[in-house]
Protein backbone atom coordinates (compact mmCIF):
# COMPACT_ATOMS: atom_id res chain seq x y z
CA UNK A 1 0.00 0.00 0.00
CA UNK A 2 1.35 3.64 -0.72
CA UNK A 3 1.76 5.73 2.27
CA UNK A 4 -0.70 8.41 1.09
CA UNK A 5 -3.32 5.39 1.07
CA UNK A 6 -2.12 4.50 4.77
CA UNK A 7 -2.94 7.81 5.53
CA UNK A 8 -6.06 8.04 4.22
CA UNK A 9 -6.96 5.23 5.53
CA UNK A 10 -6.43 5.85 8.90
CA UNK A 11 -8.47 7.04 11.79
CA UNK A 12 -5.79 8.05 14.08
CA UNK A 13 -1.88 8.83 13.88
CA UNK A 14 0.16 6.12 12.70
CA UNK A 15 3.51 4.89 13.60
CA UNK A 16 6.62 3.95 11.81
CA UNK A 17 10.35 4.35 12.04
CA UNK A 18 13.43 4.26 9.95
CA UNK A 19 16.35 1.39 10.64
CA UNK A 20 19.64 1.04 9.00
CA UNK A 21 21.23 -1.49 7.07
CA UNK A 22 24.07 -3.15 8.95
CA UNK A 23 27.55 -2.64 8.66
CA UNK A 24 29.05 -5.55 6.69
CA UNK A 25 30.12 -9.03 8.81
CA UNK A 26 26.83 -8.74 10.03
CA UNK A 27 23.84 -10.65 9.43
CA UNK A 28 19.86 -9.83 8.68
CA UNK A 29 19.23 -11.22 12.07
CA UNK A 30 20.59 -7.79 13.20
CA UNK A 31 18.29 -5.29 11.64
CA UNK A 32 15.49 -7.97 12.66
CA UNK A 33 16.47 -7.64 16.36
CA UNK A 34 15.83 -3.99 16.23
CA UNK A 35 12.55 -4.31 14.40
CA UNK A 36 10.88 -7.26 16.39
CA UNK A 37 10.28 -5.37 19.72
CA UNK A 38 8.63 -2.81 17.72
CA UNK A 39 6.61 -4.77 15.29
CA UNK A 40 3.70 -4.58 18.61
CA UNK A 41 3.05 -0.63 17.54
CA UNK A 42 1.79 -2.02 14.26
CA UNK A 43 3.90 -0.02 12.21
CA UNK A 44 2.47 1.04 9.26
CA UNK A 45 5.89 1.25 7.23
CA UNK A 46 9.77 0.60 7.76
CA UNK A 47 12.00 3.03 6.28
CA UNK A 48 15.67 1.92 4.63
CA UNK A 49 18.06 4.19 4.55
CA UNK A 50 20.83 4.08 1.93
CA UNK A 51 24.53 4.86 2.66
CA UNK A 52 27.12 5.14 0.04
CA UNK A 53 30.27 4.00 -0.74
CA UNK A 54 32.98 5.39 1.92
CA UNK A 55 36.80 5.26 -0.37
CA UNK A 56 39.79 5.26 1.22
CA UNK A 57 43.70 5.40 -1.11
CA UNK A 58 45.90 2.47 -0.94
CA UNK A 59 48.81 2.08 -2.09
CA UNK A 60 49.73 -0.53 -4.35
CA UNK A 61 52.53 -2.84 -5.25
CA UNK A 62 53.38 -0.78 -8.03
CA UNK A 63 53.91 2.44 -6.02
CA UNK A 64 50.68 3.96 -7.71
CA UNK A 65 47.20 4.64 -5.16
CA UNK A 66 44.11 2.88 -5.97
CA UNK A 67 40.57 3.72 -4.47
CA UNK A 68 39.26 1.22 -2.51
CA UNK A 69 36.02 1.01 -0.94
CA UNK A 70 35.41 0.31 2.82
CA UNK A 71 32.30 0.32 5.51
CA UNK A 72 29.97 -1.31 2.51
CA UNK A 73 26.81 -2.15 4.08
CA UNK A 74 24.26 -4.52 2.23
CA UNK A 75 22.06 -3.34 -0.83
CA UNK A 76 18.73 -1.50 0.35
CA UNK A 77 16.92 -2.82 -2.36
CA UNK A 78 17.78 -7.08 -1.02
CA UNK A 79 16.92 -5.24 3.10
CA UNK A 80 13.45 -4.09 1.86
CA UNK A 81 12.72 -7.62 -0.11
CA UNK A 82 13.90 -9.75 3.40
CA UNK A 83 11.57 -6.89 5.65
CA UNK A 84 8.60 -7.33 3.47
CA UNK A 85 9.03 -10.82 3.50
CA UNK A 86 9.59 -11.73 7.06
CA UNK A 87 6.84 -9.06 7.92
CA UNK A 88 4.23 -8.62 5.56
CA UNK A 89 5.11 -4.53 6.18
CA UNK A 90 5.37 -2.24 3.36
CA UNK A 91 9.03 -0.69 3.23
CA UNK A 92 10.18 2.33 1.52
CA UNK A 93 13.47 2.28 0.51
CA UNK A 94 15.60 5.75 0.52
CA UNK A 95 16.74 6.76 -3.06
CA UNK A 96 19.48 9.08 -3.19
CA UNK A 97 21.59 11.01 -5.80
CA UNK A 98 25.23 10.36 -3.70
CA UNK A 99 27.18 7.66 -5.34
CA UNK A 100 24.77 6.47 -8.05
CA UNK A 101 24.00 7.79 -12.05
CA UNK A 102 20.85 7.77 -13.46
CA UNK A 103 21.17 4.25 -15.01
CA UNK A 104 22.11 3.40 -11.49
CA UNK A 105 19.03 5.02 -10.27
CA UNK A 106 17.05 3.39 -12.95
CA UNK A 107 17.93 0.02 -11.99
CA UNK A 108 17.13 -0.03 -8.70
CA UNK A 109 14.09 1.54 -9.35
CA UNK A 110 13.03 -1.53 -11.72
CA UNK A 111 14.26 -4.23 -9.16
CA UNK A 112 12.33 -2.54 -6.72
CA UNK A 113 9.16 -2.44 -9.04
CA UNK A 114 9.61 -5.83 -9.67
CA UNK A 115 9.64 -6.80 -6.01
CA UNK A 116 5.92 -4.42 -5.99
CA UNK A 117 7.41 -1.77 -3.61
CA UNK A 118 5.53 0.83 -4.40
CA UNK A 119 6.95 3.77 -2.54
CA UNK A 120 10.13 5.68 -2.55
CA UNK A 121 11.85 8.69 -0.38
CA UNK A 122 13.70 10.43 -2.99
CA UNK A 123 16.55 12.38 -1.11
CA UNK A 124 20.25 13.94 -2.35
CA UNK A 125 22.30 12.21 0.73
CA UNK A 126 25.81 13.21 2.51
CA UNK A 127 28.27 14.39 1.23
CA UNK A 128 31.11 12.65 1.08
CA UNK A 129 33.04 13.01 4.01
CA UNK A 130 35.92 14.96 2.57
CA UNK A 131 33.79 16.89 1.02
CA UNK A 132 32.81 20.49 1.88
CA UNK A 133 29.70 20.77 -0.89
CA UNK A 134 27.98 17.91 -2.51
CA UNK A 135 28.89 16.50 -5.31
CA UNK A 136 26.95 14.08 -7.36
CA UNK A 137 27.72 11.22 -9.12
CA UNK A 138 28.89 12.15 -12.63
CA UNK A 139 26.05 10.85 -15.23
CA UNK A 140 24.03 11.18 -11.62
CA UNK A 141 21.07 13.52 -10.48
CA UNK A 142 22.18 16.50 -9.19
CA UNK A 143 19.81 16.81 -6.26
CA UNK A 144 16.58 15.35 -4.81
CA UNK A 145 14.43 17.60 -7.10
CA UNK A 146 16.18 16.11 -10.37
CA UNK A 147 16.00 12.37 -8.66
CA UNK A 148 12.25 13.22 -8.56
CA UNK A 149 12.20 14.12 -12.04
CA UNK A 150 13.26 10.34 -13.14
CA UNK A 151 10.99 8.69 -10.49
CA UNK A 152 8.06 10.34 -11.91
CA UNK A 153 9.10 9.71 -15.53
CA UNK A 154 9.41 6.31 -14.87
CA UNK A 155 5.90 6.37 -13.61
CA UNK A 156 4.90 7.97 -16.81
CA UNK A 157 6.66 4.75 -18.91
CA UNK A 158 9.82 7.45 -19.31
CA UNK A 159 12.85 5.06 -18.69
CA UNK A 160 16.86 6.47 -19.92
CA UNK A 161 17.17 3.06 -21.81
CA UNK A 162 15.43 3.40 -25.24
CA UNK A 163 14.82 -0.12 -25.19
CA UNK A 164 12.68 -0.43 -22.47
CA UNK A 165 10.15 1.67 -24.29
CA UNK A 166 7.52 -0.87 -24.11
CA UNK A 167 8.57 -1.71 -20.09
CA UNK A 168 6.11 -1.62 -17.32
CA UNK A 169 5.12 1.75 -16.25
CA UNK A 170 5.52 2.18 -12.55
CA UNK A 171 3.88 3.29 -9.56
CA UNK A 172 5.87 5.06 -7.15
CA UNK A 173 4.28 6.74 -4.35
CA UNK A 174 7.06 9.55 -4.07
CA UNK A 175 8.66 10.61 -0.41
CA UNK A 176 10.52 13.81 -0.18
CA UNK A 177 12.28 15.39 2.98
CA UNK A 178 11.65 18.87 4.16
CA UNK A 179 13.74 20.90 6.82
CA UNK A 180 11.89 22.79 9.83
CA UNK A 181 14.74 24.36 10.43
CA UNK A 182 16.02 25.13 7.00
CA UNK A 183 18.46 22.58 4.89
CA UNK A 184 21.84 23.38 6.00
CA UNK A 185 22.98 24.38 2.27
CA UNK A 186 20.18 26.53 1.94
CA UNK A 187 20.38 30.36 2.86
CA UNK A 188 17.38 30.93 4.30
CA UNK A 189 13.90 29.42 5.15
CA UNK A 190 12.04 31.19 2.86
CA UNK A 191 14.23 29.80 -0.20
CA UNK A 192 14.14 26.01 0.95
CA UNK A 193 10.47 26.24 1.16
CA UNK A 194 10.59 27.50 -2.37
CA UNK A 195 12.57 24.39 -3.44
CA UNK A 196 10.46 22.25 -1.32
CA UNK A 197 7.18 23.47 -3.31
CA UNK A 198 9.19 22.42 -6.51
CA UNK A 199 9.86 19.19 -5.40
CA UNK A 200 5.86 18.86 -4.28
CA UNK A 201 4.98 20.41 -7.75
CA UNK A 202 7.29 17.82 -9.38
CA UNK A 203 6.03 14.53 -7.99
CA UNK A 204 6.70 14.30 -4.52
CA UNK A 205 3.20 13.21 -2.51
CA UNK A 206 4.26 13.12 1.46
CA UNK A 207 6.73 14.58 3.23
CA UNK A 208 9.48 13.09 6.27
CA UNK A 209 10.93 16.13 8.57
CA UNK A 210 14.09 16.47 9.86
CA UNK A 211 14.24 15.15 13.74
CA UNK A 212 13.68 18.33 15.79
CA UNK A 213 13.16 18.84 19.33
CA UNK A 214 10.63 21.77 19.51
CA UNK A 215 7.07 21.09 18.57
CA UNK A 216 6.84 24.79 17.62
CA UNK A 217 9.50 24.29 14.92
CA UNK A 218 7.17 21.85 13.70
CA UNK A 219 4.15 23.60 13.55
CA UNK A 220 5.56 26.98 12.69
CA UNK A 221 6.94 25.14 9.55
CA UNK A 222 3.78 23.38 8.90
CA UNK A 223 1.41 26.83 8.53
CA UNK A 224 4.47 28.04 6.23
CA UNK A 225 4.23 25.11 3.99
CA UNK A 226 0.17 25.82 3.64
CA UNK A 227 0.40 29.04 2.96
CA UNK A 228 2.76 28.49 0.18
CA UNK A 229 0.00 25.96 -1.23
CA UNK A 230 2.14 22.92 0.33
CA UNK A 231 -1.11 20.92 0.69
CA UNK A 232 0.40 17.15 0.92
CA UNK A 233 1.10 15.35 4.32
CA UNK A 234 3.87 16.29 6.20
CA UNK A 235 5.15 13.54 8.53
CA UNK A 236 7.02 14.47 11.63
CA UNK A 237 10.47 12.98 12.48
CA UNK A 238 11.02 11.65 15.59
CA UNK A 239 14.97 11.19 17.17
CA UNK A 240 14.45 9.93 21.34
CA UNK A 241 17.81 11.70 22.71
CA UNK A 242 20.19 9.11 24.04
CA UNK A 243 23.86 10.62 24.94
CA UNK A 244 25.13 13.87 26.13
CA UNK A 245 27.18 13.82 23.02
CA UNK A 246 24.54 13.72 21.32
CA UNK A 247 24.10 17.75 22.32
CA UNK A 248 26.79 19.05 20.04
CA UNK A 249 26.98 16.40 17.48
CA UNK A 250 23.15 16.32 16.24
CA UNK A 251 22.98 19.92 15.83
CA UNK A 252 26.21 20.03 13.56
CA UNK A 253 25.35 17.07 11.50
CA UNK A 254 21.69 18.54 11.04
CA UNK A 255 21.14 21.83 11.73
CA UNK A 256 19.11 21.98 14.36
CA UNK A 257 18.64 23.19 17.36
CA UNK A 258 18.04 21.55 20.84
CA UNK A 259 16.39 23.69 23.31
CA UNK A 260 17.90 24.81 26.88
CA UNK A 261 15.28 23.42 28.91
CA UNK A 262 16.36 19.65 26.98
CA UNK A 263 20.36 20.69 27.51
CA UNK A 264 20.45 21.35 30.25
CA UNK A 265 18.74 18.44 31.80
CA UNK A 266 21.16 16.55 29.88
CA UNK A 267 23.97 18.39 31.16
CA UNK A 268 22.98 17.20 34.56
CA UNK A 269 22.79 13.85 34.53
CA UNK A 270 25.03 12.04 36.66
CA UNK A 271 25.02 8.70 34.35
CA UNK A 272 24.10 7.59 30.72
CA UNK A 273 20.94 5.63 31.86
CA UNK A 274 19.68 9.46 32.86
CA UNK A 275 20.36 10.44 30.08
CA UNK A 276 18.58 8.54 28.16
CA UNK A 277 15.68 8.25 30.41
CA UNK A 278 15.64 12.33 29.91
CA UNK A 279 15.66 11.82 26.32
CA UNK A 280 12.77 9.20 26.35
CA UNK A 281 10.58 11.68 28.73
CA UNK A 282 10.97 14.26 26.30
CA UNK A 283 9.96 12.44 23.08
CA UNK A 284 7.13 10.92 25.25
CA UNK A 285 6.19 14.58 25.65
CA UNK A 286 6.54 15.66 22.19
CA UNK A 287 4.72 12.73 20.89
CA UNK A 288 1.52 13.38 22.86
CA UNK A 289 1.72 16.96 21.70
CA UNK A 290 2.38 15.56 17.81
CA UNK A 291 -1.13 12.87 18.56
CA UNK A 292 -3.36 16.06 19.88
CA UNK A 293 -2.34 17.82 16.96
CA UNK A 294 -3.65 15.12 14.71
CA UNK A 295 -0.28 14.57 12.48
CA UNK A 296 -0.72 11.54 10.17
CA UNK A 297 2.50 9.84 11.22
CA UNK A 298 4.95 9.66 14.37
CA UNK A 299 8.15 8.55 12.48
CA UNK A 300 10.71 7.43 14.62
CA UNK A 301 14.50 7.52 14.17
CA UNK A 302 16.26 4.39 15.73
CA UNK A 303 19.52 4.69 14.58
CA UNK A 304 19.57 1.03 14.54
CA UNK A 305 18.57 0.91 17.72
CA UNK A 306 15.16 0.42 19.45
CA UNK A 307 14.78 0.64 23.01
CA UNK A 308 13.91 4.13 23.36
CA UNK A 309 11.36 4.37 20.64
CA UNK A 310 9.92 1.27 22.47
CA UNK A 311 9.36 2.42 25.74
CA UNK A 312 7.91 5.53 24.64
CA UNK A 313 5.48 3.67 22.01
CA UNK A 314 4.66 1.98 25.40
CA UNK A 315 3.26 5.31 26.75
CA UNK A 316 2.08 6.87 23.28
CA UNK A 317 0.46 3.95 21.49
Not at 282 to 292: D, G, N, R, Y
Request: hydrophobic share 40%; with cysteine; charged share 25%.
Amino acid sequence: MKITEHIQKAKNTLFSFEILPPLKGNNIESIYHGIDPLMKFKPSFIDVTYHREEYVMKKRNDGLFAKVATKKRPGTVAICAAVMHKYNIDAVPHIICGGFTKEDTENALIDLNFLGIDNALALRGDNQKNETIFTPEIGGNVNSLDLIYQIKNMNSGIYLDEELSNATVTNFCIGGACYPEKHHDAPNLNSDLKFLKRKVESGAEFLVTQMFFDNKKYFEFLERCRAEGITVPIIPGIKPLATKGQLSVLPKLFNIDIPYELSDAVEKCKSPEDVKKIGIEWAITQCKELIKAKVPVLHFYTMGKSESTKLIGEQIF
